[in-house]
């Protein structure tokens, strides 16, 4: 699977991503994110995989408002950009939408 990033949410479990530079980040609700080039988007959303008991149906989207951590899980909020699990900026057109929903 190689390396990826994490983000962990409020109940410290660990959602991953290779959307960022895969060197095991750790990224926490309100913490900072890395701007992600060639995008640069300060507000958008990220496909995550994890959880508690890394179920595939509770994948999900990480929230990263202004640069921070917004929320993680969240539900797909189709008004933001939203980038793959391996950083791929998704046309809004291709909708997504969690597994729970």
């Given at each position: 699977m190689g390396m990826f990033d994490?983000?962990?949410d409020n109940a410290g479990n660990e959602w991953q991503?290779?959307?960022y530079v895969c060197?095991?980040?750790r990224f926490v609700v309100s913490?900072?994110?890395p701007l992600v080039h060639p995008y640069d988007l300060p507000t958008y959303q990220?496909?995550?995989l994890g959880g508690p008991n890394r179920n595939p149906s509770q994948d999900g989207f990480a929230t990263i408002r202004d640069g921070y951590v917004e929320?993680?899980?969240a539900e797909r909020?189709?008004?933001l950009p939203?980038?793959?699990y391996s950083g791929h900026l998704i046309d809004n057109d291709e909708e997504k939408s969690t597994p729970w929903t």
């Open positions: 994490s983000f962990y991503t290779k959307a060197d095991l980040e913490g900072p994110v990220v496909e995550v929320s993680v899980p909020d189709n008004t939203l980038l793959d």
